[in-house]
């Protein structure tokens, strides 16, 4: 089983709001990534997480909260966003983020609009 | 400045013909190569990965090719069907001892009937 879940499949949330985004993978990963991807751009690497530890973190705003509560699961709490927060957010894992080898397998995506 | 350029940005092409899309990359020292098919609003998916000494590796009707001295990569599509219609996006890894993923820009493609 190579699939990266992630829920909800689309979220619109207002300015004010507080929600999680979910994503889970039960591949043995001990590597898990929230990327930002805008439309027709690339994705945005947000965060790192690397056996459940927060490894990188590319200077994402303190709105974008995110937990690792166990191997399996990432979080990505958010609160007070702004509309141009709107985007596709993705979830991604790979065996080790300590190696340049191993492929990241990436879920279908939270579609995120802010109204 | 580590870069991956893709072309086109987008093509058309008539369902069962073969296009090639292009990538280069100035991404040193380099790892691997990575090509992913993405669709409107969902995920990548990955097609193939390459390192330094593969040159072509084939999945179904995507072939990819590698060459490491023009870091220059390609990805053919052979006998085009209307499910390729996406963005397929080419990565380079560094050799950084991480994942540290350099993502071109993406050539959409579009396969019309």
């Known amino acids: 089983d190579t699939e990266v879940t992630q829920t909800p499949k689309h979220l619109v949330m207002g300015m004010t709001n507080k929600k999680s985004l979910k994503c889970e993978q039960h591949?043995?990963?001990?590597?898990m990534y929230w990327y930002k991807q805008k439309a027709k751009k690339p994705p945005e690497l947000m965060f790192v997480y690397s056996y459940e530890k927060l490894s990188i973190n590319e200077s994402v705003p303190s709105r974008f909260s995110p937990e690792c509560p166990n191997s399996s699961l990432l979080n990505l709490h958010l609160h007070a966003l702004q509309p141009e927060d709107s985007a596709l957010y993705l979830c991604?894992?790979?065996?080790?983020?300590?190696?340049?080898?191993?492929?990241?397998?990436f879920g279908p995506g939270t579609r995120l609009t802010v109204t | 400045k580590n870069q991956v350029e893709q072309s086109p940005q987008s093509l058309i092409i008539l369902e069962g013909k073969n296009c090639t899309l292009q990538c280069n990359y100035t991404v040193s020292p380099f790892s691997n190569l990575r090509w992913y098919k993405q669709d409107t609003g969902r995920g990548p998916v990955s097609l193939t990965i390459m390192t330094f000494s593969e040159n072509t590796k084939s999945n179904g009707r995507y072939t990819a090719t590698l060459d490491a001295d023009t870091k220059q990569s390609s990805l053919h599509i052979t006998a085009s069907q209307l499910s390729d219609s996406a963005s397929y996006i080419c990565v380079v890894s560094a050799r950084t001892g991480f994942q540290k993923l350099v993502f071109g820009t993406g050539t959409r493609l579009l396969v019309s009937p």
């Open positions: 591949m043995g990963h001990r590597a």
């Open positions: 991604a894992s790979s065996q080790a983020y300590a190696s340049d080898s191993y492929e990241q397998y």
